[in-house]
């Protein structure tokens, strides 16, 4: 019976350890890819959101109005504008994608903007992308930094206003271009973190944008995201900032914990997107997988130990009762077939009668 219960749990055990570290490896490459695809989700997003507000501001760079109120300094035409572009413009959860737009001269003075009217007549030529943008007559999309106005994180999209709205036909036209100033909206990260974060993040999980510079420019943990924190140093920034994209699990000394983590760049901008999630918790499902399989595995163990022990005392049975019947006999039992049968015969011819001495 031990033979046999043995050959149904061998069996059963292997077949169990097999498929046990089989499911462990295919779930946690489902784990792995599923961080990636965030991370390459919230890359490809990223690209397409800049790109459908910086033709937002072409759209309005474009009317010959706005020209026309730039050379008569109609600035209650201007400030109309600066207003329509921060509020029609909005995400489908409302949020307005400018947190701030601002209009300027050809010199780079600030001669309209909304909500902020306290910047009108700042010189913002200072700055490189406002300046390159003048400069160069091309539209600019900037890093992410520090609004000098709202005191957060933000990116800039500078759009010329020239004279290219009259129509130009001709290589000599595009040579005498006139730039009348720009028109210039920052981007409300807060409301793009919103969006980001209530379709991706989960409990626990970390989803943040770095700009060329490694500085946090969108992070759910928003005490990081107001301070444009520094992460240049995690590895996983280093590989994004560099154009690589992957998964691993890598030691966080912010976090002060094993991460799994999975980055993306966006290199038209030369920012990156990591995902990233503690070993702990985005293994539970392998670890949860596993307590299944176990509990499976003994319970099937232990049918098959029932089934074992009734087929053997099925099959077992006969022969005890029999071993039991000899052990019995008179003698002690024990003795061998042979004196068994010798012990019979000889207690039957006792039993006989005696033969006659003669004929009656």
């Not at 024990?334 to 015969?345: D, F, H």
Request: hydrophobic share 45%; glycine share 8%.
């Amino acid at each position: 019976m031990l033979i046999l219960m043995l050959v149904a749990i061998i069996p059963i055990s292997l077949t169990g350890i097999v498929s046990t570290l089989y499911y462990q490896d295919l779930i946690k490459k489902n784990i792995w890819n599923d961080n990636l695809a965030q991370a390459k989700a919230i890359s490809i997003y990223t690209p397409a959101y800049i790109e459908s507000a910086r033709l937002y501001l072409e759209s309005l760079s474009d009317r010959p109005l706005v020209v026309k109120a730039i050379e008569d300094k109609d600035t209650g035409f201007l400030d109309i504008t600066a207003q329509y572009a921060v509020l029609e413009f909005k995400l489908l959860n409302m949020s307005p994608i400018f947190s701030e737009a601002y209009i300027t001269d050809g010199d780079g003075v600030i001669i309209s903007s909304y909500p902020y009217g306290s910047i009108t007549g700042k010189k913002a030529m200072d700055k490189p992308f406002i300046n390159n943008s003048i400069r160069s007559d091309t539209t600019v999309v900037s890093d992410a930094y520090i609004s000098d106005v709202t005191g957060k994180p933000t990116v800039s999209i500078v759009v010329p206003i020239d004279s290219r709205i009259q129509g130009m036909k001709t290589v000599e036209d595009e040579k005498n271009v006139t730039v009348y100033g720009a028109i210039v909206g920052e981007i409300n990260l807060d409301g793009f973190a919103m969006t980001v974060f209530r379709t991706q993040a989960i409990n626990n999980q970390f989803i943040y944008m770095v700009n060329g510079t490694g500085h946090v420019m969108v992070h759910n943990r928003p005490e990081y995201m107001a301070e444009m924190k520094d992460f240049n140093s995690l590895t996983a920034v280093q590989r994004v900032l560099h154009g690589s994209e992957g998964v691993a699990e890598i030691y966080n000394p912010v976090e002060r914990d094993w991460m799994l983590v999975a980055y993306s760049p966006i290199p038209e901008y030369g920012w990156g997107v990591v995902v990233s999630l503690p070993v702990g918790i985005a293994y539970k499902p392998i670890a949860d997988a596993t307590k299944y399989f176990i509990i499976s595995i003994v319970a099937l163990m232990a049918i098959a130990l029932a089934l074992a022990a009734c087929i053997g005392n099925y099959f077992s049975r006969p022969i005890l009762g029999m071993s039991r019947a000899t052990a019995e006999m008179p003698g002690g039992g024990g003795g061998t077939i042979e004196n068994t049968c010798r012990w019979s015969v000889r207690t039957r011819s006792e039993s006989w009668p005696a033969p006659s001495t003669g004929w009656q």
